[in-house]
């Protein structure tokens, strides 16, 4: 199984950007597809993006697509989520997941196996 650690949270200003990263130990994150997903307080945890084992298939939730962007490097067994123009709406938890790669990508968090501890991001006004 997989081991997952995300990273890069923290405070940021509207407008600001913040990287993410996700750290994969135990197995490659080239047998998974990846998500990210963000959970507000009081709120479902729910979808934000994700990439194929292959890194060749992409998906963004409507809210931040044209201002997230997902990216995987093999090299280093790790997942990216770029956020710019960050917004207090995107104000939340967010966490890294793990699919195996012989099923279909998805969007639901139900279908994703392996989780990390989530890293905290806070967008002030």
């Known amino acids: 199984q997989v081991q997952l650690v995300e990273s890069g949270g923290g405070l940021v200003q509207a407008g600001g950007s913040l990287r993410l990263s996700c750290a994969a130990s135990g197995r490659t994150v080239s047998l998974y597809h990846m998500g990210w997903f963000r959970q507000a307080p009081g709120k479902e945890r729910e979808f934000v993006a994700t990439i194929s084992w292959s890194g060749g298939i992409t998906a963004y939730a409507d809210s931040v697509k044209g201002r997230f962007t997902i990216s995987r490097d093999g090299a280093k067994n790790t997942v990216y989520l770029q956020m710019n123009s960050l917004k207090p709406e995107d104000t939340a938890v967010y966490y890294c997941?793990?699919?195996?790669?012989?099923?279909?990508?998805?969007?639901?968090?139900?279908?994703?196996?392996?989780w990390g501890q989530g890293t905290q991001v806070t967008v002030s006004s």
């Open positions: 997941a793990a699919r195996d790669a012989l099923l279909l990508p998805s969007r639901t968090p139900p279908a994703y196996r392996y």
